[in-house]
């Protein structure tokens, strides 16, 4: 029998929790749990340190490894290991902005390899979180703005470009159709807005958590 009940749970889509539920595959007890955690960890980890690898090649890498540290707040380290998707999201985010700014360098020739750094983790993004896919169009307007014209047409010229930027674009579609689904299958209940003043309140609470 089908019921309803109201529920805090996430609502987003299914990919985190598919990778991350390998490891229930191990133990449905406390050994899973950790599992969950240790995968997660080691997904943002590896965006991580390929955001690094791309900082290295930037045109100023002192630079960029600063920006990146700076980005790379405690609260991203914290929630790596709390099987929360806001980890990957923002590790994805952080491998496709520096790989991103490599690919845009016009003293630099594109580079096979740091075309599949950008798209991979401009793909895993965008089935990450409810948001993502936004985050993902604001990455890629912002580079295209930032390169210029003739620089987006040579990267659109590449084979590669093109069938990453297809993959991605049906990884889009996808997590799209997905929040449309759930959201039609199984709605939000209203709730009253708390307010603009109520939100500014919580801002120095957020703060000093990132």
């Given amino acids: 029998e089908r019921v309803t009940a109201a529920t805090v749970q996430y609502r987003g889509q299914p990919a985190f929790y598919a990778f ?15 599992a969950m955690r240790f995968l ?3 997904a ?13 090649q930037a045109r100023d890498p002192a630079l960029a490894g600063a920006a990146l540290l700076l980005a790379l707040t405690p609260a991203v380290v914290y929630l790596a290991a709390s099987t929360n998707p806001s980890a990957l999201e923002i590790a994805t985010a952080l491998s496709a902005w520096a790989a991103g700014m490599v690919l845009i360098d016009p003293t630099r020739a594109p580079d096979a390899t740091v075309v599949r750094r950008f798209s991979v983790a401009l793909l895993v993004l965008v089935v990450t979180r409810g948001l993502s ?11 295209g703005a930032l390169a210029g014209r003739t620089r987006v047409l040579a990267l659109g010229r590449r ?10 674009l049906v990884a889009t579609g996808l997590s799209l159709a997905w ?6 299958a199984y709605p939000l209940p209203e709730r009253p807005g708390s307010g603009a003043v109520r939100a500014l309140g919580w801002l120095p609470w957020y703060l000093r958590q990132s």
């Fill in 20 to 34: 991350v539920g390998l490891g229930t595959l191990v133990s449905d007890g406390v050994p899973g749990a950790y």
């Fill in 40 to 42: 997660g960890l080691v």
């Fill in 44 to 56: 943002a980890a590896a965006f991580v340190a390929s955001a690094a690898v791309s900082a290295r």
């Fill in 133 to 143: 896919p936004v985050f993902g169009a604001g990455i890629v307007v912002v580079l």
């Fill in 159 to 168: 084979r590669d470009v093109r069938l990453w930027g297809a993959a991605c």
């Fill in 179 to 184: 929040l449309a689904h759930i959201q039609s």
